[in-house]
């Protein structure tokens, strides 16, 4: 083992998948990054249905083969009762990317990953106190009975829900609970997911023999069914009551699962990440790929600061991020309520999640006010348009003899951009026919690339893309910009 370092970059509080997300990212830049972990590993933890996405994010950590264990289940197929009480519908297992995953050994895996690039380990230890102190942070840690000081810098909580008080949260939908059990269960090989009038049932299998089964309603539904509890929502269901007798109610555990943010997520180098700074409605089943996204984006964040401790950009663009997944998170979460079936409209449940209207009266903070702020601001009305394959060099010759011009559509703004793992200030061009401020288009930086472009030919601008870029690239490009009309022909 090596010697415990007095003086921290960076120490992390939890090592779930966001804290070893940015424990990697950290070390790969060269870091000196401490963690304190509270459990023995490998340890139980729920949370096991990975999405897709998560797959290039450990191919990003180098982590990849974590993913390749032949007790995982891949690909698993569901059947959904949403938006109509009578129908089901499929959703098809082959290549659709997700994994269920044995948590209490992967977060070990990684854990022991990790380790392996230099991450200094203390477990099981727990924060007796924080103290902010000049330019950095003293923990004072209890290791078994054994009292550590250490100095940090940075402090990146991701100590997951439960180490984010009550009072330091601010709620982002109404508050739910879970309720689940475990079934012996080698044959329904697929996931169900069923509305009904309180809540909505999830169904999928943990392992081979091991099936799950879990509600979630209104922390009142729950009381109310204390009695007959979970088979007594069960049998509301179609897809749920044949396993009613399967369930022992002995072996049911519950747990609050109400969404929220945290009030002062980044305070003084003491910054919230993963669960702790925002905990995701249990709808959209993607808690850890979203938990280690956003410590991918706090890495860079924190690079940016230990380089320059004076800026204000980290800060600023950290929150910016944060503020974006959570706006975009309730208001798919919103829709997804609205969309189940009809008669779930005039029911408790379904009526608060749908128009859910966030309250920071009693919990106003910097932070929470920038959030309100984005919130209530209206939504741009997008249309996507479903553009099919175009066929590239047809396209481009019909403008081949066409001088090309920036449409006057196009602005420019500044906006945050990652340059080098170091958060930057660029210029983004902004469209009617983009949904976000545009920086880079496959890494080409579009203002610079724009700025000249006025009055060109086609064949002049594919020359100037083609010293950097192969050529089939450089037509492709050409064709976004202009079937999007940002750039467009003089005539
Ligand atoms: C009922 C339920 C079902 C879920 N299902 C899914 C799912 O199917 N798919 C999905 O993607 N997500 C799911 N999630 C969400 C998922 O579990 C979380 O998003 C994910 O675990 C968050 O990762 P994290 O690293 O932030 O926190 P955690 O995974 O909670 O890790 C926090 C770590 O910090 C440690 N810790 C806590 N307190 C201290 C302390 N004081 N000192 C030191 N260490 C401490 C803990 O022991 C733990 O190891 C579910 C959540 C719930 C509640």
């Not at 697929?190 to 999928?204: D, N, Q, R």
């Not at 938990?291 to 940016?304: D, E, G, P, Y």
């Not at 496959?442 to 893309?465: M, R």
């Amino acid at each position: 083992m090596n010697t415990l370092p007095e003086h921290f970059d960076v120490f992390i509080l939890g090592a779930g998948p966001a804290g070893l997300c940015a424990a990697i990212r950290l070390l790969d830049m060269g870091y000196v990054v401490g963690m304190i972990e509270q459990e023995q590993f490998p340890r139980p933890q729920i949370g096991e249905s990975l999405s897709p996405g998560i797959h290039n994010i450990f191919e990003y950590l180098n982590a990849a083969h974590l993913l390749e264990d032949s007790t995982y289940i891949k690909n698993i197929p569901a059947k959904i009762i949403w938006e109509s009480k009578e129908h089901s519908y499929d959703r098809p297992g082959p290549d659709n990317g997700g994994i269920v995953v044995d948590r209490s050994k992967l977060d070990q895996e990684l854990l022991k990953f990790a380790v392996s690039k230099g991450l200094h380990l203390i477990q099981p230890a727990k924060l007796r106190q924080a103290i902010h102190s000049g330019n950095d942070w003293i923990l004072e840690i209890l290791n078994r009975s054994a009292g550590i000081s250490i100095h940090s810098k940075i402090v990146l909580d991701a100590r997951g829900r439960k180490g984010t008080l009550l009072n330091e949260r601010l709620p982002i939908a109404p508050s739910a609970v879970a309720a689940w059990t475990h079934i012996d269960n080698a044959v329904v090989k697929e996931s169900f997911i069923e509305a009904f009038a309180e809540g909505w049932l999830w169904g999928s299998p943990v392992s081979v023999n091991r099936y799950r089964i879990m509600a979630f309603t209104d922390p009142g539904t729950l009381k109310e069914n204390s009695g007959s509890h979970l088979s007594g929502l069960m049998n509301k269901t179609a897809l749920f009551a044949p396993f009613v007798n399967k369930i022992r109610n002995s072996s049911i555990e519950t747990c609050l699962v109400s969404s929220f943010v945290a009030l002062a997520p980044w305070d003084k180098q003491f910054v919230k990440i993963g669960e702790a700074a925002f905990t995701l409605d249990p709808l959209s089943s993607t808690g850890v790929e979203k938990a280690m996204r956003f410590s991918l984006q706090v890495a860079i964040a924190i690079n940016t600061y230990l380089k320059d401790p004076q800026s204000e950009h980290p800060k600023n663009f950290y929150e910016e991020k944060l503020i974006e997944s959570v706006v975009s998170h309730t208001n798919w979460t919103a829709d997804y309520y609205r969309k189940a079936w009809p008669d779930c409209k005039t029911a408790a449940f379904w009526m608060k999640r749908a128009s859910f209207q966030l309250d920071i009266s009693k919990s106003k903070s910097d932070f929470t006010l920038k959030l309100e702020k984005v919130l209530n601001n209206d939504r741009p009305v997008f249309e996507k348009k479903q553009v099919g394959p175009i066929p590239v060099d047809y396209f481009l010759s019909r403008f081949w003899n066409e001088k090309i011009v920036v449409s006057p559509h196009v602005t420019f703004k500044a906006v945050y951009a990652i340059d080098h793992d170091c958060v930057v200030i660029r210029r983004a061009i902004i469209h009617p026919n983009l949904e976000l401020p545009l920086v880079y288009l496959d890494q080409l930086e579009l203002y610079s690339f724009l700025k000249d472009i006025n009055g060109s030919a086609i064949s002049n601008i594919l020359d100037s893309l083609n010293r950097s870029m192969a050529m089939e690239k450089s037509k492709k490009m050409l064709v976004f910009l202009l079937s999007n009309r940002l750039l467009v022909p003089t005539r």
